[in-house]
């Protein structure tokens, strides 16, 4: 049920958004050298590797220099990049890998694979099930980037703070998922994009 849910919420959603796609589109392409997709190597389901899409809002080949970013001051993000980043819009592509069944409407959000190696192994239940867009880890860490700004070591604040905090409320959503806590989730993701933007 969940799957036929997100497939059909998937496919109404990118009819109905396409006219902001090709809004969205054509400034990324305005922003500078670069296609209108970023891709990048996920781990999903039973640790099966995937590309995620979003928009591109950082400049070409910036991830060389790794793969966190730092709040808005970060060089790498384009200017057009703030504002899809802010107002979670770089993440509407996933639309599409929820169509190709790769990633779910809600779900725990997909990690890269180097961080995978830091995950407690009673937390690897989370591998079990099909990523999403958004979660209550999600929901949490929505300013994620503006909290590694102000570390000194972003890497290892993500790494020993954050992703443990992350991961925690990732398990309890997949120990707890049903149909009534996922549109909680989405309506909460909601309202706290709407927060974030009106600040």
Known sequence: MKRFFDFLIALFALVMLLPLFLVLGILVMLSG???V???????GKNRVPFLLLKFRSMRVDAE???QLTIGDRDPRITPIGVFLRKS?????PQLINVLKGEMSLVGPRP???KYLAFYPEKYLKVLDVRPGITDPASIAFIEESEILAQSAAPEKTYIEEILPQKLALQLAYVEEQGALKDLKV????LQR???TLLR
């Open 64 to 66: 060389q220099s790794g």
């Open 37 to 43: 997709f970023f891709r990048q190597e996920r781990i």
């Open 111 to 113: 990690e890269v694979a």
């Open 186 to 189: 989405i309506f909460k993701t």
């Open 33 to 35: 050298k670069g296609g």
């Open 88 to 92: 979670k819009l770089d993440e509407l």
């Open 193 to 195: 994009i709407i927060q």
